[in-house]
């Protein structure tokens, strides 16, 4: 089975910046995709950033040139790094993975997610 774990939510003025991180642990073989969703209460799950095996990254408009994601892939830690928060970031994070464990195949995997607040 695997697990990833997010750290580094919190509470922050607008304007400010804060750090994610999201590590897998388990049986891990190789780990492909990585990324982040958010998601606001009353709204659906979205993508915030997303990152590939290889480094290849894609970004939500409304984050673009705000927030940047990176990975450490001996470390099968993902990262994203935000800044000049406003306070419509305010939502709870979650990191995402397609591990590829005992199967052949990925399995794609949530993190418990971790609180981002913005205050204007």
């Known amino acids: 089975q695997v697990q990833l774990v997010e750290s580094g939510g919190g509470l922050v003025q607008a304007g400010g910046s804060l750090g994610l991180s999201c590590t897998a642990s388990?049986?891990?073989?190789?780990?492909?995709?990585m990324g982040w969703y958010r998601q606001a209460p009353g709204n659906e799950r979205e993508l915030v950033a997303h990152?590939?095996?290889?480094?290849?990254?894609n970004y939500a408009d409304s984050v673009k040139g705000r927030f940047t994601i990176s990975r450490d892939n001996a470390k099968n830690t993902v990262h994203l790094q935000m800044s000049s928060l406003k306070p419509e970031d305010t939502a709870v994070y979650y990191c995402?993975?397609?591990?590829?464990?005992?199967?052949?195949?990925?399995?794609?995997?949530w993190g418990q997610g971790t609180q981002v607040t913005v205050s204007s």
């Open positions: 388990g049986t891990i073989f190789s780990i492909n995709a």
């Open positions: 995402n993975a397609d591990v590829r464990s005992t199967s052949y195949y990925p399995t794609n995997y």
């Open positions: 990152i590939t095996s290889g480094g290849r990254t």
